[in-house]
T-cell receptor
Framework: QSVLTQPPSVSAAPGQKVTVSCSGT????????VSWYQQFPGTAPKLLIY???KRPSGIPDRFSGSKSGTSATLGITGLQTGDEADYYC???????????FGGGTQLTVL | QVQLQQWGAGLLKPSETLSLACEVF????????WSWIRQPPGKGLEWIGE???????NYNPSLKGRVTISIDISRNHFSLNLTSVTAADTAVYYC?????????WSQGTLVTVSS
């Protein structure tokens, strides 16, 4: 069982918007920056969002991140079939002193 | 642009020691923390631990003292040792740059523990 809770799957039609939630606690999400990763089958995760809402160079602005209280959210607009992947949230947990990940959310673009 | 390339044995028997190494190309090796993360087949990500350029380490308590991460500044590489492996340690193992937001990651190595 993951420290951060994500829905196992989300889906939406091409061109639409989807959000992926990540729920945690005071010791992780509230007090630390949240990152989001995208992972295609058989490949390493790739950083999509860091420091709650910043995008690394090369990540399109269709991807956004936000945080409020004990939850963080990844938003993807203008969905493309190429966005079908697993998405993971991550942050530091000040109580456990470890980096924690969500269980991952599989995105299907219908 | 930092790139990481890892190597190590991919098939182990129960009770053996997993040993992986990760070499870093590009960027400043001494400016960052370096991490190991693993992913069991079909499952999510688990942070294993990290090491600073000075050798200070922090491990996931869930690995119960079986893990050691070391660093060799002169060769721009860092290593992972995990002792007394069991089938539960079967996973793709990744090395990565950074601590709380590892990036980039290596290509990963599938390590299978089987008798």
């Amino acid at each position: 069982q993951s420290v951060l809770t994500q829905p196992p799957s989300v889906s939406a039609a091409p061109g639409q918007k989807v959000t992926v939630s990540c729920s945690g606690t005071y010791y992780n999400i509230v007090n630390n920056y949240v990152s989001w990763y995208q992972q295609f089958p058989g490949t390493a995760p790739k950083l999509l969002i860091y420091d709650n809402n910043k995008r690394p160079s090369g990540i399109p602005d269709r991807f956004s991140g936000s945080k409020s209280g004990t939850s963080a959210t990844l938003g993807i607009t203008g969905l493309q079939t190429g966005d079908e992947a697993d998405y993971y949230c991550s942050t530091w947990d000040s109580s456990l002193n470890v980096v924690v990940f969500g269980g991952g959310t599989q995105l299907t673009v219908l | 642009q930092v790139q990481l390339q890892q190597w190590g044995a991919g098939l182990l028997k129960p009770s053996e020691t997993l040993s992986l190494a990760c070499e870093v190309f590009g960027g400043s090796f001494t400016a960052y923390y370096w991490s190991w993360i693993r992913q069991p087949p079909g499952k999510g990500l688990e942070w294993i631990g990290e090491i600073s350029p000075t050798g200070s380490t922090n491990y996931n308590p869930s690995l119960k003292g079986r893990v050691t991460i070391s660093i060799d500044i002169s060769r721009n590489h860092f290593s992972l040792n995990l002792t007394s492996v069991t089938a539960a340690d079967t996973a793709v193992y990744y090395c990565a740059k950074g601590r709380s937001r590892p990036d980039p990651w290596s290509q990963g190595t599938l390590v299978t523990v089987s008798s």
